[in-house]
């Protein structure tokens, strides 16, 4: 229903527009307020004789919206998405946008948590709804947007890594199950760095084999960044690259091969472990990076990461590898 809703020091207050002729009414409560709202647009309607307009701009409108003017070609947007989506998922794709409440948004925070949700995806799926929120004002959809509470503090916890006993399973399985892309894929993830988009969107034109490097253009920073390639890395890709250098290199959508990579979980006896995930791999090329003493500013430019803080997690691996310096100037 058009006009809003709001609560004010003094109460709770109707407000309603038609044709640029506006009412409002303070109430105590807001069922009075709603009931209110609904007598001044009727009174608003008769005197201008048009339509009540039956059309609510709903999340899911919101959703789709946001995903054509803000995130469409984005090396974001499969993400963006994704926590999209789980908006629509726990408040119902039909409604209102505008009926949509602070509490309401940090029960949303608190089921996410309790599902099993990181801190960090927590913040990123509510930051989604916020964007969607911010679009549909910003085109008139609607008048005014809830306050979003802060963000949730990021607890310093210590990301899953895989272990080469476990990359070796994994990729034995993919292999006998006849995918060995699969398996060069995961090798190629695990000694680059990269994020599955970047990974997915990579083409031939963008690897130089002979100088063992890959140009990563369409990151989630927007910024193309230059990688070294491992020998490993680079056995690992040799074969996939196309003719046309225009053409994709690896044959997998990110559904594709995050099922594949279920399954090699399984194989290994670790199905039931959800920490372990496809992201995983950027967290353990960046954790043998610390751990091995490159600093904090080369591993951000080499996976990639647009802050310090995003670096954060890996700090005490790096301080670890520091403990040496005390011990040498203690002697």
Request: hydrophobic share 40%; charged share 25%; net charge positive.
């Amino acid at each position: 229903m058009p006009g809003t809703v709001r609560r004010t020091p003094t109460g709770w207050l109707a407000d309603v527009s038609v044709n640029g002729v506006r009412k409002t009414g303070l109430c105590k409560t807001k069922g009075e307020a709603l009931a209110r709202k609904r007598e001044l647009l009727e009174q608003l309607l008769a005197k201008d004789a048009s339509p009540l307009p039956t059309e609510l701009f709903t999340i899911q409108d919101a959703r789709r919206l946001s995903l054509k003017v803000r995130w469409k070609d984005t090396a974001g947007e499969r993400t963006a998405g994704i926590y999209s989506q789980a908006a629509l998922d726990f408040f119902g794709p039909h409604t209102a946008l505008n009926e949509i409440t602070t509490p309401q948004i940090d029960a949303w925070r608190q089921k996410l948590l309790a599902s099993g949700n990181r801190v960090s995806t927590v913040n990123k799926k509510v930051s989604a709804l916020r964007a969607m929120f911010s679009d549909a004002q910003l085109r008139g959809h609607i008048t005014t947007t809830p306050s979003f509470p802060k963000q949730l503090r990021l607890r310093n916890t210590k990301d899953r890594v895989i272990s080469d006993a476990e990359r070796d399973g994994m990729c034995q399985y993919l292999i006998a199950i006849g995918q060995p892309a699969a398996a060069d894929l995961l090798v190629f993830l695990l000694e680059t760095c990269a994020r599955w988009g970047e990974a997915e969107r990579l083409r031939g034109e963008d690897v130089d084999l002979p100088a063992r490097r890959v140009i990563f253009s369409e990151t989630k920073a927007n910024r193309t960044r230059s990688v070294p390639l491992t020998r490993t890395a680079a056995d690992a890709i040799e074969r996939y690259l196309p003719a046309v250098g225009r053409h994709k290199v690896w044959p997998y959508t990110y559904n594709q091969f995050r099922r594949l990579f279920e399954r090699a979980k399984d194989a290994i006896g670790q199905g039931d472990d959800e920490a372990l995930t496809t992201h995983c791999t950027r967290h353990t090329c960046a954790s043998k990076l610390a751990s091995a003493g490159v600093s904090l500013p080369v591993l951000m430019q080499f996976g990639g990461w647009s802050s310090m803080a995003s670096c954060q997690r890996y700090v005490h691996l790096h301080h670890d590898v520091l403990a040496a310096c005390v011990a040498a100037l203690e002697a």
